[in-house]
């Protein structure tokens, strides 16, 4: 053999190994697939058991209130758990719209356009049993569903059924206000109106 030739074959073994020591093994690293055995731990599963006492990250749900509508004795709470103001009856109101009306009509008589096409209609908010109902029957209907009324709990956010059942509460005042409702200063005001 020649002497070029044997420089050109050392050349290209040489090159071949260079290039060979280059490539990037990431699609040949060992890793397990979800759910699969395991030879590396010793409870022969790839899945990790989650540490105790975690929480995702943003749902911490220590609020017990907020979260289910229940007081510390487990009963529907009488009160909001947060002070209901001017731009949370806003928001209530919007979520209202979007998301009751359909079924409870605007002001909340139980004759929305679904009622209006067949489907059963729901009880209207301004009934006895359900003006004198606690706010934390609301959270509950709202979030687990009742009857043919299903859950909302995925589509509206718990500060948002708050704030819908602030407007109802609203709504049922509007429709069965009464004089003593009005303070002091401004019943002179409403007496004096023809």
Not at 2 to 26: E, F, I, V
Request: with cysteine.
């Amino acid at each position: 053999m020649s002497w070029n030739k044997l420089g050109g074959a050392t050349a290209a073994l040489g090159l071949t190994l260079l290039l060979a020591g280059c490539t990037q093994k990431m699609a040949v690293q060992p890793y397990n697939r979800p759910y699969t055995a395991s030879d590396f731990f010793s409870d022969g599963s790839s899945a990790r058991p989650i540490p105790a006492d975690t929480v995702a990250r943003g749902h911490t749900q220590d609020d017990t209130l907020l979260f289910t509508g229940k007081d510390a004795n487990g009963q529907d709470s009488t009160q909001f758990p947060f002070p209901v103001t001017r731009d949370v009856l806003d928001r209530g109101r919007d979520r209202y719209e979007i998301y009751c009306v359909p079924c409870h009509g605007y002001t909340g008589d139980g004759d929305g356009l679904v009622v209006q096409r067949g489907f059963n209609p729901p009880p209207s908010y301004h009934s006895d049993r359900l003006r004198q109902a606690p706010v934390g029957h609301f959270f509950d209907v709202v979030s687990n569903g009742f009857g043919a009324m299903p859950s909302y709990a995925a589509q509206i956010p718990v500060q948002d059924r708050w704030a819908i059942i602030a407007y109802i509460r609203a709504l049922q005042l509007s429709q069965n206000a009464t004089l003593d409702d009005v303070p002091p200063d401004q019943q002179a005001q409403l007496e004096q109106q023809p």
